[in-house]
């Protein structure tokens, strides 16, 4: 602590002998003093400063550890690449599909000595014991009749064909000679026979696509039949000619598969189709109708109020150009409009009877059937 800074005044008879007395030990102020180079003030002044500005930094520290933080990138140490993006997992099933059935042909028509052409699809097949004459057998009409995934990457490829001989024997007496064994030779050359082909595919270094089967073809049995399900329609009844119904898919049929008349006349609005070309038959004749909903027999003879949907089936029987008479079946909806039908679209299948049916009755009910636009501006 700094003493205060004071002079004492000396007595009258001390101030005779002055010269005599000794000088007493006070503190003397004498002003300000430098240390230095610095002054005590200054001093002061500075030491404030750094005490401020040391706990300026203990505040500010932690908030700036903080931002820090939170800006730093997530992944600390050395960058990494980014892997790319894997593939859709149904890359490759169309690709898959169309290779089995190319290793499939090849395999029925293998023969001794054939490794080489069965090891562009299956690697492994160089080793592989062939037998009988190459080419001794084809396959016909081969399709794709089951694909499903069973991994990444690997596809199940069931592909259907028949089969026929080559070398079939020409004796007819030979071909018409009771045999067990030659009946049971003649029904395997006229069933249908189902391979099953397991496909792997990746992308390869250009970037397309590629194939290799994992194991050699493996003869199944067909696919299950199901049955088939519910479906919106009424039973088949007859189609009557007075009936409005009937009179709207016959003019329409006729103008779609001969070619006979303008085929816009018969269509909604917004409904575009185009008649098959050239024109595969000569006349038509529509035997029946099932109609959406329809459970009674009464005639009808009336067009319900604009805007009403009906979805039907048509039973019918096209006269080809050598006279002969196919059994063909569409299904269609109709569109009511100032008091008779149209064609509104020309459907891709009969519609199950799980989907919401149409109204037959008021135009304002809602309907499951797609707007014309959109549901017929191609033709099947």
Do not use: C
């Amino acid at each position: 602590m700094k003493k205060s800074a004071w002079t004492r005044r000396p007595s009258k008879g001390a101030a005779a002998q002055a010269d005599d007395v000794e000088p007493q030990d006070w503190d003397i102020d004498e002003g300000p003093t430098d240390v230095a180079g610095w002054s005590t003030g200054a001093q002061a002044n500075m030491s404030a400063a750094i005490r401020w500005t040391a706990w300026g930094l203990l505040i500010l520290g932690p908030l700036l550890g903080a931002a820090a933080y939170l800006s730093a990138p997530a992944q600390a140490g050395p960058s990494q690449k980014k892997p790319a993006q894997a593939a859709p997992a149904t890359t490759g099933a169309q690709g898959a599909a169309g290779f089995a059935q190319l290793f499939v042909a090849a395999y029925i028509e293998a023969g001794e000595g054939d490794q080489a052409k069965l090891a562009a699809y299956y690697p492994d097949a160089t080793g592989l014991r062939l037998e009988g004459d190459p080419g001794r057998r084809r396959g016909e009409q081969l399709t794709v009749v089951r694909l499903r995934q069973t991994d990444r990457g690997v596809w199940s490829v069931t592909v259907a064909t028949r089969v026929t001989d080559t070398k079939a024997t020409a004796d007819p007496s030979e071909r018409d000679r009771p045999d067990d064994k030659g009946d049971a030779k003649a029904a395997a050359a006229r069933a249908v026979r189902y391979f099953q082909v397991p496909v792997a595919t990746a992308p390869t270094a250009g970037g397309a696509s590629g194939y290799t089967a994992l194991a050699m073809p493996a003869e199944v049995a067909a696919p299950e039949q199901i049955k088939a399900p519910a479906l919106v329609y009424g039973p088949m009844r007859p189609a009557l000619p007075a009936d409005p119904r009937t009179q709207a898919v016959t003019e329409f049929l006729t103008a779609y598969l001969t070619g006979a008349g303008e085929l816009d006349r018969y269509l909604a609005p917004g409904t575009h189709l185009n008649a098959i070309a050239p024109a595969p038959y000569a006349g038509i004749a529509v035997d029946s109708l099932a109609i959406e909903g329809e459970k009674g027999t009464e005639p009808v003879t009336t067009v319900p109020g604009d805007g009403t949907q009906l979805r039907l089936l048509v039973a019918l029987r096209g006269t080809g150009h050598d006279e002969v008479r196919t059994p063909l079946t569409y299904a269609l909806t109709l569109k009511a409009r100032a008091g008779r039908w149209e064609i509104a679209s020309l459907d891709g299948a009969p519609t199950s009877a799980t989907t919401s049916p149409t109204s037959a009755t008021s135009p304002a009910a809602p309907s499951a059937v797609p707007t014309p636009s959109a549901a017929a501006t191609t033709t099947p």
